[in-house]
């Protein structure tokens, strides 16, 4: 049971250029979030989904698109990557049912130039 | 909109000591409040969960509390180490998907 999983660890991106950060977890949660972490702005929601199919805006969406076509997978992708985007990205997962415990992945710790 | 905060940001005890973190929110009304650890360049490790309806868990050295209708919990640290020197996040959760964070305690544990 690895749990969550993101790949890569590390990304340089020059402003411009796209990429797809990727999320996985292998305990069948129905919810699935990516959060950013910077200094001095804690962690804030990207974008959510409660279920394959379902993907919903969280508190800072703008620059970011989702998919969830499985339940195990929800990619994070840049469209045109931005120096404001630099951040560490952290992907996590719950079950629809109470505790609603979260669960994180490591964290991937993107650049841009 | 719910907002945290964690006092102190920072916190430097000898090794041994018994020490006490704090979080306030302002929206009452949540399902669950989550204490987490992260070291430096690591992602979070969750460290206790409370329900809204529970008053307090406990798990090894670590006890949270929580007392909704004043905002607060705490989390007590008996006989630091210095292996507990991380950063101490605290997260609560309203309706709908969304986590909101504090922005952290900074603890070192000297020896």
């Known amino acids: 049971n690895a749990g969550v999983t993101q790949t890569p660890k590390f990304q340089v991106l020059k402003t411009g250029q796209s990429m797809t950060l990727q999320c996985a977890q292998d305990?069948?949660?129905?919810?699935m979030s990516w959060y950013r972490q910077d200094p001095g702005m804690g962690l804030r929601l990207i974008h959510y989904?409660?279920?394959?199919?379902?993907?919903d805006q969280g508190e800072v969406p703008n620059g970011y698109n989702v998919s969830r076509s499985t339940t195990e997978d929800f990619p994070l992708r840049l469209l045109s990557a931005a120096p404001s985007q630099t951040s560490v990205y952290f992907c996590?997962?719950?079950?629809?049912?109470?505790?609603?415990?979260?669960?994180f992945g490591p964290g991937t710790r993107l650049t841009v130039t | 909109k719910q907002e945290v905060t964690q006092i102190p940001a920072a916190l430097s005890v000898p090794e041994g000591e018994n020490l006490v973190l704090n979080c306030s929110f302002t929206?009452?009304?949540?399902?669950?409040l989550q204490w987490f650890r992260q070291d430096p360049g690591k992602g979070l490790t969750s460290l206790l969960l409370?329900?809204?309806?529970?008053r307090e868990q406990t798990s090894g050295r670590l006890n949270a509390s929580l007392d909704k209708s004043s905002g607060r919990s705490t989390l007590y640290i008996a006989a630091s180490q210095p292996g507990d020197s991380a950063t101490y996040l605290c997260?609560?959760?309203?309706?709908?998907?969304?986590?909101?964070f504090g922005g952290g305690t900074r603890l070192m544990v000297k020896p």
């Open positions: 996590a997962s719950s079950s629809p049912g109470s505790p609603y415990e979260q669960y």
């Open positions: 305990m069948n949660h129905e919810y």
């Open positions: 989904s409660v279920g394959a199919g379902i993907t």
């Open positions: 929206d009452s009304a949540i399902y669950n």
């Open positions: 409370i329900q809204s309806s529970q």
């Open positions: 997260a609560v959760k309203n309706a709908g998907n969304m986590l909101t």
